[in-house]
């Protein structure tokens, strides 16, 4: 029965049988797994309340057949103060919901798991603007998982956008997965997209290329941009039906 041991922050926690509940954790070393906390219910739990939702935590769990077991926690950050906010716990149920959608394989990536620590870490000290932070969140983690939103030249002529905006409105094309100039919509693009009002390509890419922990958007603009990275998330989400099979998923994992 091999044991491993890893980082892990709680996605979910689901109530299972009489005493026990089935955790989601996306971990440092083995990517998405699920495993089952025996006896977390019971009043007298060696777990205490060290699971909670996006909790980050050190832990032990050995492999079962259909479920792994985890044995031995330590909290290292319990993003208490992201919990205990509404606005707050909103947007860290996006950030979930984001992670379902773009990383629910079960291969480990250490930079998508340093990203949502990131992420939770830069809203808990944050009392405002919780939308930007699950903007940037989005658009990293799409690059990390190969979906990136092509933000230089037109998806469809690869004219340069710079400047384009005097011949009317860019759009967002979420099938192309980028930005189509006003020419080529024009010419007669057929599937879904939208006008970028003026400054959301720029909001998009500074976004991008920021840390997160600066993620800003400017008054006015949060909306059109939310609008894109939803729709990008949503058009490009390979994980999204994996990740609910989750136990099921038994490879990636170290010895
Ligand atoms: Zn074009």
Redesign the pocket.
Known sequence: MAVYKSKGIVLRSIRYGEADRILDLYTRDAGSVSVIAKGIRRTKSRFGGRLEPLSCVDFLAYEGRTLDTITQVEVLRSFHGVREDLARLETAGGLVATMRALAGGDEADRRVFNLLYHALDTLEGRTEDHGSVASAFALKLSMLSGYALRLDA??????NLDGLADEGFLYYAPPLGGV??????R?GYAGDAFPLPDGTLDALRTLVSRPLKEARVEDGLGESVRRVVAAHVIAHAPGNASFLDAPDRRSARPA
């Open positions: 037109c998806v469809s002529c690869e004219r189509l100039c006003p020419e080529c919509r010419a």
